[in-house]
């Protein structure tokens, strides 16, 4: 899934081994929380997740910062596409 951001392109990809190591580094049980609600914390974590595999580089203060008021929209419905599909 593609989602057009801050005029940049980014490449969203659900990958098991990605959420394992946000949750490692994180410490977060991010699919626990798929059922009774994200925070912002496992939201960010989450998105973190999907973006990891296609962007190696980004950072999760990198992506804090990516997702604002603006534009949350656009990453709440793009995560729901994943998984809601």
């Not at 005029?7 to 969203?12: I, N």
């Not at 991010?30 to 974590?45: D, E, K, T, V, Y």
């Not at 580089?57 to 997702?67: A, C, D």
Request: charged letters at 20%; glycine letters at 6%.
């Amino acid at each position: 899934m593609t989602v057009e951001c801050n005029g940049a392109t980014y490449q969203l990809e659900y990958d098991l081994n990605a959420f394992c190591e946000v949750e490692k580094e994180t410490q977060l049980n991010l699919f626990s929380s798929l059922n009774q609600g994200l925070s912002m914390i496992l939201f960010r974590a989450a998105i973190y997740a999907l973006l990891k595999p296609r962007q190696p580089e980004i950072t999760l203060f990198q992506v804090g910062v990516l997702v604002t008021p603006k534009n949350i929209g656009i990453w709440t419905g793009a995560f729901r596409e994943i998984f809601e599909a």
